[in-house]
């Protein structure tokens, strides 16, 4: 039996491989990785990966690694280079590959990295992320006779002229455009510049530091310089990505965040006009407010887990046309390839609004009035988080309280509900309430921070200011 390597206990993820560069992760881990998932696809009769990296400084080493190890494991690599996440996603269509990876890090710190794969046309998650840890673990790699050869591949004007095809055009929507030194840059200047309309683009040169902001658009802090550009330029949207393209932000003229779930409520009724009665799928931390409109608008509202990996295949199995995450993540299945790119996002909503009168502000303007907090993050050791949601879970069997168990506890009370989850992605809880007024916005929180009381935690200085 050949040597084995051990990850470290935090890396193998529910849906996708994370680590910290030096501490948790290296090059070793990336050419395990590589090996075992050669492993895994030669195994199934795969013969070609794409794969490709995100702007981070650690990528090269990592991705170099990867490549040896799949070349080893004796599948073909078709290596596109820096890239956003979704184009690598768009490759392994585009170029026929038998499967993908991409070495990135997301939205983490600068420090971070890490690696999403798909095998065929679906997302490597779950369990057999776990089998990748067991075969490295024993050293059960596939021993080729021949090496797997490497091939470059530049797809870049092909990936754009994709993410163009479903623009329809209408009247021009002029839009600032965020992509936080992250790998969507190039790909953000490109659709700007061919796009009708007014566009002006902050930080697109790729820059592993991010030193202007963190490329992570679920937090208001980050989008300061976006608000800012957009209020004093006149424009009527902003845009901003994560570090690896594949989640959205989104603000309108008069500077307001407009939420993950908003804008899935956006482009639901745009996709329900032609598929009447369709399935849209909306995760865990989604607003009640967007699940009773789908239904309103005729559509088949379904709540189910976060992650990526995870809504991508509950879209397969529901023949969904679009699913989405508070996180930013929105999965076009609707002329598109089910898997979640922020600038294909971008563009099918540029387009909504360009064949519409209302601006954005006044669709914002015209939704369902609630009260809510954004996602609410704390640190949780990866060695607490989910022990600490089953202590919640016992606690409010006691109180016999209204409890959706999809994805940590949903629980439903007078005043709207509150969540509470473990992350999948980082040492965190993530916590999240809505209500018709303030008052009941505090309540919910109330019932939050005794719940976490139960498990021995406190709830952060902060949290009701959030």
Known sequence: MAQGHRFHPTVLREYDIRGI????????????????????????????????????????????????????????VLDIGPCPTPMLYFAVHHLGTDGG?????????????????????????????????????????????????????????????????????GRPVDAVWDAGNGAAGPAMQALAARLPGRHACLFAEVDGRFPNHHPDPTEPHNLVDLIAAVKEGGYEIGIGFDGDGDRIGVVDAEGRIIWGDQILQILAEDVLDRHPGATIIADVKASKALFDEIARMGGRPLMYKTGHSLIKAKMIEENAPLSGEMSGHIFYADRFYGHDDALYVAVRLLDILGR????????????????????????????????????????????????????????????????LRASNTQAVLVARAEAADAEGLAACKKEIEQALAAAGLSAPADFHAA
Request: net charge negative.
């Open 21 to 76: 560069v030096g501490e948790t992760i290296g090059a070793g881990d990336a050419r395990a990785i590589g090996r075992a998932f050669a492993t895994i696809a030669g195994g199934e009769g795969k013969r070609r990966l794409a794969v490709g990296r995100d702007g981070r400084l650690s990528s090269p080493e990592l991705a170099t690694a990867l490549i040896e190890g799949v070349r080893a494991g004796g599948l073909d």
């Open 101 to 169: 990876i991409q070495v990135t890090g997301s939205h983490n710190p600068p420090d971070h990295n890490g690696f999403k794969m798909m095998l065929g046309h679906a997302s490597f998650f779950g369990a057999r992320i776990g089998e990748l840890g067991r075969i490295a673990a024993d050293g059960a790699w596939a021993e080729p006779a021949v090496r797997g050869g490497l091939e470059e591949a530049d797809i870049f004007e092909a990936y754009v002229a994709r993410l163009l095809r479903d623009f329809r055009g």
């Open 356 to 419: 519409d009168e209302r601006t954005l502000a006044e669709r914002r303007e015209a939704m369902p009035k609630t009260v809510a907090t954004p996602e609410i993050r704390f640190a949780c050791p990866d060695e607490r988080k989910f022990e600490a949601i089953e202590s919640v879970k016992a606690h409010l069997r006691d109180l016999e309280a209204e409890v959706d168990e999809t994805d940590g506890v949903r629980v439903t009370n007078r005043w709207g509900w509150w969540l």
